[in-house]
Each structure stands twice: as C-alpha cells, then as structure tokens.
C-alpha cells in the first residue's frame, strides 16, 4: 500500500508519503460503511501563499463499494509542493440525502503512514 519515494529528510516531504492507491472510506453516523452512496471530491488550488479556492469540477467521482470505500487513485496530491498543501471537499448523496465532509493533505499523509483509508464520518 505504501511505496517512499525519498528519504524522510527531503524538504517538502508531505508529497513524498502519499498511498500508491489512495482509498476514501465513508462510514455512516452509526459508524458502518455507507454502500453505494454517490461521492464527489472537489479540491483546492492555492491562488497565492495565503488563499485557496475549491475547483467547480470534482476531481474524483463515483460510488462507494460495499464496505463503503471509493478509490481515489495514485498521487492524490500531485508532485508541486505548493499545491500540495490543499484540502478536499466531499459531497456524499444517498438518495434524497446529501452531506459535505472536509479532509486534507494531512489525512492523506496518515493514510500513508498507517496504511489505512482516509476515513469520513458522515451525518447520513
């Protein structure tokens, strides 16, 4: 699951420690998997050193798996340092329902280091 691209020593290292195979885990309220619920992940581009802004288009899409996971892919953070710093917005639908949850860089990081998905907690 995991594969270091760099010696931890590297400047910048948060690019360096992402999953080969980044997996985004959405667990409903009671804390079960949410099957095939619908998901969107929208992320962030830094405008300057201070300012982020979501894109309009999401950059992942699909449905989460029976165990309510949904693969997000390689290199979820791209190889620019500076865009690396970013956060991700998710919206979860099932049915009627809809819900928006919040990670970023930093869980991507964890992910790595634990060898677990990124895991969301929704309302639904």
Known sequence: NREIATLPVVNHSWIDYQPRDSVLQVLGKDGAPLRQAEVKVYRSRRTNYYRQALDGTPRHQGKTDDAGKLSLGPNLLGA???????????????GERVDYRWFSFIEVNFS????????????L
Do not use: H, N
């Not at 620019?80 to 099932?94: G, K, M, T, W």
């Not at 790595?112 to 309302?123: E, K, V």
């Open 80 to 94: 620019d340092p500076f865009q690396a710093l970013c956060f991700f917005l998710v919206e979860i639908r099932q």
């Open 112 to 123: 790595f280091w634990r060898g677990t998905p990124i895991t969301l907690q929704s309302r």
